[in-house]
């Protein structure tokens, strides 16, 4: 349609018609197969026909049979034939799942991420999907939130990376969305990750510097991929609701970002505008959300129940409500769904793409690129003839694709029990525990199975059941019953190899004494078991790195790489009293952020600046030789930080500016260079301009955030 057409289409409809397009219910509503009872637990859900038949959009089903219905039904009621938009959450991929995007983030390669969400938008298009609800662009810091699982992690730049991949890859090229693809929608607008004590919806306060400067590169990077859609947060931004939250939403995103896409509130969001306390009722909270911004009320009655009424009694604008109407059937026609509601959809075409052999094996490669060795005390890799015990809750356990698999395949997916059989010709097998509970019977069970090894492979973590949304903890380690497991693992003095299968930063703390070798799998999606056993048998040279801190204890908690100064930093080494410390435990994190081991190793030389002073113009060169020093060939993620020393306000000990992946062969040295340019110098002052400081930089260039100081370089940014 032309935009003319559109705004025809818009002036023919009725005050309900336009707030049903403004209205997203649940997929359950739709069907009559499906039980239509209230799907929220927590807001009465009484929908009627007329609400059904209004709607415009609807949340998380799937099937190209089922869909197609749906839309048929929906067109034969609908008086001008406005087709619904099918929207679900396809996070990690559709039926074809990748690792969780924590585990994402560890690849260090944004390519790699676009291209598995070219695959996850193919299948979920085929399936008859029209938006999904990704990427989720929040900065985390506190492994407690469940939700670190959706995030790339702690960093700003790489977070930014990532997001614009996904937009990539889901929407492809262009304002229109071709029939492979699907819409995008970047969340949770703004600085959900920093939810107070990592609980859930819990309370957001910031300032506004840090939230321009640490929290809102990621969903920028997503805005200039061209994100059709941005979902609002369930906290408070200023201590306003971003959901009602019109300097947010209509000051910052539409008017200085220019983002003319569609805001959809998140899952019920503005009905809890009343328990937020910033409106008396479903009305208030109806109004406050229409005028700060907000165009679709997902699975909340407020819009529904209220803006007609409103409107009657000029309480809102109708401008206000034309705006938002026409966004939506703007998106509905840049989808084509206004030449073919069905977008070329067949059940045939489902069937041949939905996890097509190409996808897995995909799958696989990028679950391989995920996995990070925390720890290898020269027991990794294992040979295929060594008699192998594998041991544990994650032994045969089908829980590998992670929180948001919806369309995933549980009971089609590979156990590491399996890939073992497949790949070791002298394994055993034993449970030893259960996830939770202790279980005497498994463990002696176990002991016997250990007796007869030469080496114990230990299958450990935490379920899908522990992480995700609304699943926080107060404490973040391994259950009691599995580190008893690996301690008595560890007391028959075989070598103990840990893979650890879970959807946050634990605390190992009490662990990694037990374990000789811990190789982080995270939950590592449909091919993560095979992905495993490529990685401890040496056919694939681990080269993940963490982006995201594993503490040394909860209280540790806020612990992230790109921290800022203090007036007392404790100097290396120094135990004394008056400095920023803890008292029993040190400063550093248990793993840090961009740290990840292979079975090869790295050494840095070299390093050099082209200049010692830069006038901030064209760029300065840092370069670094970096060499194999093992015997085989590896993959190392060279990283480039930089400190600024004297700052207008205090500043990271550290950011990352900057980082190259490369495949090295035993022996081989590469020198690698990284051009330093000036916005890489730039922040957000007081303020709040954007700009950089004259005096002194310090630059680390290394394989992980941690560089000896007599290893960084420094030059001096001299301004004219
Ligand atoms: C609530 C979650 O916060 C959000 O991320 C998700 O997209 C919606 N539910 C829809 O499932």
Redesign the pocket.
């Given at each position: 349609m032309t935009e003319e057409q559109l705004q025809a289409l818009l002036q023919e409809m009725t005050t309900a018609e336009k707030v049903g397009q403004l209205t997203q219910f649940a997929g359950a509503f739709y069907s009559e197969q499906e039980d239509s009872t209230p799907v929220t637990g927590r807001i009465e859900f009484p929908v009627d026909e007329e609400m059904i038949k209004q709607s415009g959009s609807v949340?998380?089903v799937a099937g190209a049979t089922k869909l197609a219905a749906i839309q048929r039904e929906h067109l034969k009621k609908s008086r001008l034939g406005v087709p619904l938009l099918f929207m679900?959450?396809v996070i990690n991929g559709y039926e074809t799942i990748f690792p969780i995007p924590l585990g994402l983030g560890a690849t260090w390669e944004p390519d790699l991420i676009e291209k598995l969400q070219t695959i996850s938008a193919k299948e979920a298009a085929s399936a008859g999907l029209h938006i999904s609800?990704a990427p989720?662009a929040d900065l985390v810091r506190d492994p407690r939130w469940g939700r670190v699982m959706?995030s790339t992690g702690e960093d700003p730049f790489l977070n930014g990376l990532f997001a614009a991949a996904t937009v990539r890859g889901l929407q492809g090229e262009g304002s229109l969305i071709a029939k492979d693809r699907v819409g995008a929608?970047v969340?949770?607008f703004a600085a959900y990750g920093l939810a107070e004590g990592g609980r859930d919806y819990n309370t957001v306060d910031l300032s506004e510097r840090e939230l321009r400067d640490k929290h809102l590169p990621a969903y920028e990077a997503a805005l200039d991929a061209g994100v059709k859609l941005v979902?609002t947060a369930?906290n408070t931004v200023h201590s306003i609701p971003a959901t009602a939250n019109s300097a947010l939403l209509r000051d910052l995103l539409r008017g200085e970002l220019q983002f003319d896409g569609v805001i959809i509130s998140?899952?019920g969001a503005v009905q809890e505008l009343i328990p937020h306390g910033v409106a008396e009722n479903e009305a208030e909270a109806a109004k406050k959300a229409l005028e700060a911004g907000v165009d679709i009320d997902?699975m909340s009655l407020a819009y529904t129940h209220s803006l007609a009424a409103l409107l009657d009694k000029h309480a809102i604008d109708s401008a206000l409500l034309d705006e938002a109407v026409l966004r939506v059937l703007q998106l509905k026609n840049e989808l084509g769904l206004f030449e073919d509601p069905y977008r070329g959809v067949s059940p045939q075409k489902e069937q041949a793409i939905v996890g097509h052999p190409s996808h897995h094996a995909f799958a696989q490669t990028v679950a391989e690129k995920s996995m990070v060795l925390l720890k290898n005390d020269n027991v990794l890799p294992l040979t295929k003839e060594t008699t192998v015990a594998l041991i544990g809750p994650y032994a045969d356990n089908q829980d590998l694709l992670g929180e948001w698999s919806i369309f995933g395949k549980p009971d089609q997916t590979t156990t590491l029990k399996q890939a073992f059989q497949g790949h070791f010709a002298h394994a055993m097998y034993a449970t030893g525990s259960h996830l939770y509970e202790r279980d005497e019977a498994l463990l002696t069970e176990a002991t016997m199975v250990m007796e007869q090894a030469d080496c114990l492979v230990l299958a450990l973590g935490e379920g899908k059941d522990r992480s995700g949304?609304g699943r926080s903890r107060s404490s973040i380690t391994l259950a009691p019953c599995q580190i008893e497991l690996a301690r008595l693992a560890k007391e028959t003095g075989k070598p103990v190899i840990v893979a650890l299968f879970n959807a946050r930063p634990l605390d190992l703390t009490e662990l990694e004494p037990y374990a000789d070798a811990i190789l982080e799998c995270w939950h590592p999606g449909s091919e993560g078991a095979q992905a495993a056993v490529a990685l401890l048998s040496g056919e694939v040279n681990p080269s993940g790195k963490l982006t995201m801190s594993f503490p040394r204890a909860t209280g540790q908690i806020p612990v992230y790489y790109n921290a800022y100064q203090t007036g007392r930093p404790l100097p290396p080494g120094s135990n004394e009293r008056f400095f920023s410390r803890y008292i029993d435990i040190p400063n550093e994190p248990l793993y840090p952020f961009g740290y990840g081991l292979s079975y090869t190793s790295f050494s840095y030389s070299n390093r050099s600046l082209s200049a010692v002073e830069w006038d901030g113009s064209a760029s300065l060169t840092v370069s670094v030789d970096v060499t194999n020093t093992g015997k085989i060939d590896g993959v190392e993620t060279v990283q480039l930080y930089i400190q600024d020393l004297v700052g207008e306000v205090v500043r990271p000990v550290k950011e990352l500016k900057s980082f190259q992946k490369i495949t090295l062969s035993p022996g081989e040295t590469r020198t690698i260079t990284f051009e330093i340019t000036h916005d890489m110098l730039q922040y957000y002052h007081s303020d709040l301009t954007y700009a950089s400081d004259s005096g002194q930089f310090r630059v680390y260039v290394n394989g992980s955030s941690v560089c000896e100081q007599e290893n960084t370089l420094t030059f001096s940014l001299v301004k004219s």
């Open positions: 949340l998380g679900a959450d609800f989720m959706e929608c969340k949770h979902m369930f998140d899952f997902m949304e």
